[in-house]
């Protein structure tokens, strides 16, 4: 089993839809949760950080951590066809190594 | 503030060869790690430096090496090319986190092409 599972996708959704991508993991240690957002042949973005169980939310984004069901999601709302990218979770211990999931490939349809 | 940077963006190598990539962080971070990222296996974690010393290893073979140097620019090798090296290199630099977490900033990767 691996450490951080994601929902593999693809997604595809129309425009102005809200897209939920979700994550789960094994291992209770880990303490810090991020998003990020990689487009076709570009390195992955930071879009989503946070350390605490319950929501964050930055502007069409929100990120969500439930940390007693090992389980955290990303709504996007209002999506646009810019949004289509592979959209990766992942989480870490302290400064040791990001553990990805494999990543969920979501197209907006204009 | 400028990125992270990644030299070269392509790269074709032969069997055999071997390969030096590199990695200039953000200003100010101190902390590099290197990401091997293929459509079989994702993004796996290569290593980590922290103020010229490797304080983190994942789990790839010995062909795989990396340092710092004292302006936190790092440079990654890879030894006797194996097609399976065929990848995308990430390089990710964060700033000090101490025991804290802290984000991680990708720059946009060496397309590493083995033939």
């Known amino acids: 089993q691996k450490e951080v599972e994601q929902d593999p996708g693809p997604l595809s959704v129309p425009e102005g839809a809200i897209v939920s991508l979700n994550c789960t993991y094994s291992n209770s240690a880990f303490q810090y949760f991020m998003w990020y957002r990689q487009y076709s042949r570009k390195g992955p973005e930071l879009l989503m950080y946070t350390y605490s169980s319950g929501n964050k939310e930055d502007g069409r984004f929100t990120a969500q951590v439930d940390k007693s069901s090992k389980y955290i999601s990303l709504f996007i709302r209002d999506s646009q066809p810019s949004d289509s990218a592979t959209y990766l979770c992942?989480?870490?211990?302290?400064?040791?190594?990001?553990?990805f999931g494999a990543g969920t490939t979501v197209t907006v349809r204009a | 503030k400028a990125g992270v940077t990644q030299t070269p963006r392509y790269l074709i190598k032969t069997r055999g060869q071997q390969v030096t990539l590199s990695c200039s962080p953000i200003s100010g971070h101190r902390s590099v790690s290197w990401y091997q990222q293929t459509p079989g296996q994702g993004l796996q974690f290569l290593f980590e430096y922290f103020s010229e010393t490797q304080r983190n290893k994942g789990n790839f073979p010995g062909r795989f090496s990396g340092r710092q140097f004292s302006n936190s620019r790092s440079e990654m090798n890879v030894s006797t090319l194996e097609l399976g090296d065929s990848a995308l290199y990430l390089c990710a630099s964060s700033s000090i986190g101490g025991t804290g977490g802290n984000e991680q900033y990708f720059g946009p990767g060496t397309r590493l092409t083995v033939t």
């Open positions: 992942a989480m870490k211990i302290g400064d040791y190594k990001l553990s």
